[in-house]
């Protein structure tokens, strides 16, 4: 494993770490919950790179494990970026359902794809020739039906599931952003690898 991987692992998991202590305050989150995030800037760069160096040492009898391990963590990344930037929307607009949830799912959608372009080139696929206009065309198209499959997922969990087991809407809303996110990884990672990046 390069020192590369060992500092990317790190600093997404403590980037995750401080998105979700940030968005916690947005949310009315129980009290244990918040006394256990404050450990996450400790524990979740640990999770990271632990989980990343599991994938290396197994990728070595299936090499497309430790790329599928490392886009799954870039997707993690994302994903806090996406429900980051969708709370912050939340918040100031105070809505959390309806038409506009999925304006706001958009938008925090389409800035969590800028940042995953860049950590798919540069680490996961390790693409480091210049980036060309072909290659940013193909990676919108693929990120674009990710898009298509996050609007729809996350749309059917909030505007017609609708909250459950007592959770706030604004609650809900995040965990629609989550089952969005894990409906479109396969998608993402097998576009961006046999679409966007093939060597």
């Not at 040492?57 to 429900?83: C, E, Y």
């Not at 958009?106 to 800028?114: D, E, H, K, Q, Y």
Request: aromatic share 18%.
């Amino acid at each position: 494993m390069k020192k590369g991987d060992i500092f990317a692992s790190l600093i997404i998991g403590e980037a995750c770490a401080i998105i979700f202590l940030l968005v916690s305050r947005f949310l009315n989150l129980p009290s244990l919950v918040i006394k256990v995030a404050n450990f996450f800037p400790i524990i979740l760069p640990i999770f990271s790179l632990s989980g990343v160096f599991v994938a290396w040492f197994v990728s070595k009898r299936m090499p497309t494990i430790f790329q599928m391990a490392k886009s799954f963590l870039v997707g993690i990344l994302n994903t806090f970026i996406d429900l980051g930037i969708l709370n912050l929307l939340m918040w100031i607009f105070s809505i959390s359902s309806g038409w506009f949830y999925s304006v706001f799912k958009a938008i925090s959608f389409g800035i969590s794809v800028l940042n995953s372009y860049f950590w798919n080139k540069l680490w996961v696929f390790e693409k480091k020739e210049g980036t060309k206009a072909e290659e940013v065309g193909k990676f919108y198209l693929i990120a674009l039906g990710g898009l298509v499959i996050h609007l729809i997922t996350s749309g059917f969990v909030v505007n017609v599931i609708k909250p459950q087991f007592g959770l706030s809407p604004r609650l809900w809303a995040n965990v629609g952003g989550v089952v969005a996110a894990l409906a479109g990884f396969l998608w993402n990672f097998f576009g961006y690898k046999l679409f966007v990046f093939k060597k």
